[in-house]
């Protein structure tokens, strides 16, 4: 089983890509095939609404999310991190929940994979669990189950995360949340 780690950041090599290797470092000492989409390192564009994936057609803006929507499709498991901005998630990660419509309109691809999500703020209460049920939103119109760490909604982080003990304790509890459901699903 696959889990692919999302870091919604622009900032290459910063908390959230950071923590993304580390959750899918857990998942590979679980025995799971780990996939990651930097935003850091992508060129995504927003989606203009052309209505052409309504047609089952590709998209027509050729740029990075063409690889992520196969990354998307061959998941298990999706865990998506982000920084907050201004309460919510970034724009960046936002263009990729958008254009992701696609797998939605051609059969709702995302159906029934697990998701989780962590949001990291500079602040301790700066949006967290906002930006969190805001990524939330995203895996259930997609269908997807979504888990949190096993007693609240997800991993929620101050920068800087590592130094954050407290807040890791939460992102870890929700990669091994999702992978335990995972495991459960396998189970006849
Ligand atoms: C435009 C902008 C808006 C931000 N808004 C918030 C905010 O509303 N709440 C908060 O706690 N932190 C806010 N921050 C801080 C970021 O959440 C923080 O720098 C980020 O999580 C660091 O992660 P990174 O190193 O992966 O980029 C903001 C940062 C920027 C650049």
Known sequence: MKIIGISGSPVAGGNNDKLIEKMLDIAEARGFGTEKVLISASRIAPCTACGVCGKGEKCPIEDDMQHVYHKLVEADGIIVSSPVYFGTMTAQLKALFDRSVLLRRQGF???????????????????????????HE??????????????????????????????MKTAVDTINKLCDVLQMMKLP
Do not use: C, Y
């Open 109 to 135: 691809k995302l159906s029934n994979k697990v998701g989780a999500a962590i949001a990291i703020g500079g602040s301790r209460n700066g949006g967290q669990e906002k930006t969190i049920q805001s990524i």
């Open 138 to 167: 995203w895996m259930h119109i997609h269908g997807m189950i979504v888990v949190g760490d096993g007693g609240h909604f997800g991993g929620i982080l101050r920068k800087p995360a590592a130094e954050d003990e407290e807040g």
